[in-house]
């Protein structure tokens, strides 16, 4: 599944290095699930999508040390991101699965 890095630096198994805001990772569930659990912050690509970052912010402001001077724009969707990122967590927490269920039609 892929997902968006939200952090400033995390090392996920023993080789993927994740090191830039909005940086895209495909991991396994279980993959995800473990990084998730040991603090990473992640959210699902879909999720990042929605929230609206733009292609040019997510490239000049990849580095942590850059949003300090990030417009309040692109810092209300980093906020909407680590709260989704924080909502994936509690999730699995909770034992539920990584991906939210898709309602099924009858």
Same mark, same amino acid.
């Given at each position: 599944?892929?997902?968006? !890095?939200?952090?400033? &630096? ?10 830039? !805001? ?10 995800? +699930?473990?990084?998730?659990? $040991?603090? *990473?912050?992640?959210? @699902? @690509?879909?999720? !990042? *999508?929605?929230?609206? !970052?733009?292609?040019?912010?997510? &490239?000049?402001? =990849?580095?942590?040390?850059?949003? $300090?001077? +990030? ?13 989704? =990122? ?13 991906? +939210?269920?898709?309602?099924?039609? &009858?």
């Amino acid at each position: 599944m892929m997902l968006r !890095f939200l952090g400033s &630096e995390s090392l996920v198994g023993d080789s993927i290095r994740l090191n830039r !805001f909005g940086q895209s990772v495909e991991l396994t569930e279980s993959q995800a +699930a473990n990084a998730v659990l $040991g603090g *990473c912050a992640l959210v @699902d @690509d879909e999720t !990042f *999508c929605q929230i609206g !970052f733009a292609k040019e912010d997510v &490239e000049r402001f =990849a580095s942590s040390g850059s949003h $300090g001077r +990030a417009p309040a724009e692109f810092l209300e969707k980093k906020k909407d991101a680590l709260l989704a =990122a924080q909502a994936l967590r509690d999730r699995l927490e909770r034992g539920e699965a990584l991906a +939210a269920e898709e309602p099924k039609e &009858e």
